[in-house]
């Protein structure tokens, strides 16, 4: 069995903007069960382009970190059904996506929820639990 | 017939299959309206300092956290009916505290202009009777109020609008995405960059007057020509444009302005959001972010956001609202040091950190009263099974005699 080079090497990353939105299959486990497997499994997701997969050497089913200076988080990575102009990787808006936003409001009291700059990077970490989102 | 609390459209078509004093079955909901009727996994029980207790002592000592408050505010009421609403607002003055609710950071930008009469607005109805040209705009219905194309916008049958979407209507969406309401669509969606709505809406003005716009000329002029032809016409403003034009919200009115047979109406996701936003218009003039005192205060440092980032409140009192799910964590580090009292049906990520949990009737299940759906329509919502839960109305009266 031949050495797993990778494990040693920190994995690349890379500058992403994301956006947030909302859906309804996530909306209806929310509904039921914020803490359950189903919320998470809608929520803790990231989709993006084809073309920036590629690029970024990344594929469906990997597990990415997405951070910033105001969070990290850990979340699968999915393709995106649709052609995507690129540039720009996409969040269903939840407390994962919300570990994310800034705080800087201009004291106008709205936080830029679907503005998001972050790196991302592949990892063999954990999916993000909710209850470590709780923690502080 | 009972009406659904799932989102602001307030369906009333809703049948519901009752079995050994539960809901067994609905009926004629969307998928996000089934999943309210069938309830969350988790209730709430009555808690202090996160040991389970009875309600009397729960309500006891949130009674006496409100009273010890030097800088008290009080929260959430988008998931509240406009009987719970207004004694939220009567308590608010009572205590002379801060009250603000979820369109603080959501449409309330929008709403406040509805209100105002900034916009020329309409009702579902009319939409569903006469509109000929439906722009959505920032906004993915299909997520987020199911049934709004099929209940209202784009294919019913209305009065004068016989032939439905196959003629007699044209769906335009507008967003950054190609969301779900974007692929209903066809031909007419138009893809802006993040941020981009600004400049959108300035290349959109200045093809209205005729002029060659410097941003996708070819577009733009025919999106123009069929906004300027429309009967009538309705923006749906979704949360996507509000978020991105929210330095500079009259642009839309600029831009409705010159778009005399078009209507705005803001996407409301909470099933009475626009509920409280009227009954604090009607009280003070503001739609939230209001101070009570000697005469109420509407300042931007009585916004959510701004209190909890600027640590300016020593309590915070929360009904149906989960902050902790919806706000950015990098503003949520002062929720930790002060006494939070949360009023919920269900266990949410707030209720976990909560001070005291006092759980309450969920509306339109276990509890009927009015809301206001997303136009300003009143609409009765209905108790559907029997249960002992009190109101979130009730709960505010006690801790109201508590005081």
Same mark, same amino acid.
């Not at chain 1, 939105?21 to 084809?50: C, N, P, T, W």
């Not at chain 1, 269903?92 to 800034?102: C, E």
């Not at chain 1, 592949?122 to 999916?127: G, Q, S």
């Not at chain 2, 929360?318 to 929720?335: F, K, M, V």
């Given at each position: ?7 040693? @090497?920190?994995?690349?990353? !890379? ?16 509904? !039921? ?5 189903? !919320? ?12 920036? @997969? ?12 997405? @951070? ?69 | ?174 967003? &950054? ?86 209507? &705005? ?106 809301? &206001? ?11 559907? &099974? ?18």
């Amino acid at each position: 069995m031949g050495m797993d080079v990778g494990k040693f @090497m920190k994995n690349p990353e !890379y500058e992403i903007k994301l956006t947030t939105h909302r859906d309804i299959f996530q909306v209806e486990a929310l509904e !039921y069960d914020r803490f359950g497997d189903e !919320y998470k499994k809608h929520s803790a997701v990231v989709v993006m382009g084809k073309d920036d @997969m590629n690029k970024f050497g990344l594929k469906t089913g990997d597990r990415v970190r997405l @951070m910033n200076s105001f969070g990290s988080i850990v979340v699968e990575l999915r393709e995106s059904k649709r052609e995507e102009p690129g540039g720009l990787a996409f969040m269903v808006n939840s407390p994962w996506s919300n570990a994310l936003v800034s705080d800087e409001t201009g004291g106008r009291g709205i936080p830029e929820f679907k503005n998001i700059n972050a790196k991302i990077s592949r990892t063999k970490d954990e999916i993000t639990t909710i209850e470590s989102l709780i923690d502080r | 017939m009972v009406t659904c609390t799932g989102c602001a459209l307030l369906c009333e078509d809703i049948e519901v299959v009752l079995e050994n004093g539960g809901i067994k079955e609905s009926r004629n909901a969307c998928r996000r309206g089934a999943a309210r009727f069938r309830g969350c996994k988790n209730r709430l029980a009555p808690s202090v300092d996160k040991k389970q207790t009875d309600i009397d002592t729960a309500i006891k000592k949130a009674a006496e956290i409100l009273k010890n408050a030097k800088s008290l505010m009080l929260f959430g009421w988008s998931n509240s009916t406009c009987e719970a609403q207004a004694k939220g607002i009567q308590l608010a003055k009572k205590l002379n505290a801060a009250i603000d609710d979820t369109s603080s950071f959501c449409q309330g930008l929008l709403i406040e202009r509805v209100l105002q009469k900034k916009f020329r607005t309409c009702s579902l109805e009319d939409v569903r009777n006469r509109a000929d040209v439906l722009v959505y705009w920032g906004s993915d219905a299909q997520d987020s109020q199911p049934r709004h194309l099929s209940r209202f916008s784009v294919f019913p049958r209305g009065e004068s609008r016989q032939r439905g979407y196959e003629e007699d209507r044209l769906a335009i969406a507008i967003d &950054v995405r190609e969301s779900n309401t974007a692929k209903i669509c066809k031909g007419h969606f138009y893809r802006i960059p993040l941020k981009g709505d600004r400049e959108f809406i300035l290349a959109l003005m200045e093809a209205l007057v005729g002029k060659v716009p410097k941003y996708d000329a070819k577009r733009m002029l025919e999106l123009a020509g069929i906004m300027k032809k429309a009967e009538f016409g309705v923006i749906f403003a979704g949360i996507g444009l509000t978020y991105s034009i929210k330095d500079d919200i009259d642009i839309l009115v600029s831009l409705a302005d010159m778009l005399p047979n078009f209507h &705005v109406m803001p996407m409301v996701g909470h099933y009475n959001m626009r509920g409280f936003n009227e009954a604090l218009f009607k009280e003070t003039g503001f739609v939230n972010r209001v101070k009570f005192g000697v005469k109420p205060v509407h300042d931007n440092k009585y916004a959510v956001v701004e209190a909890l980032k600027s640590k300016s409140i020593d309590a915070l009192l929360i009904t149906g609202s989960d902050p902790l799910s919806s706000l950015p964590r990098s503003i949520l580090s002062h929720l930790a040091s002060i006494p939070v009292i949360c009023i919920d049906p269900c266990v949410t990520l707030t209720s976990k950190i909560a001070a005291v949990t006092i759980p309450a009737a969920a509306s339109g299940l276990e509890c009927g009263g009015s809301a &206001v759906r997303m136009d300003g329509k009143v609409i009765e919502i209905s108790k559907v &099974v029997e249960n002992s839960y009190l109101t979130d109305a009730q709960i505010l009266t006690r801790l109201m005699e508590g005081l």
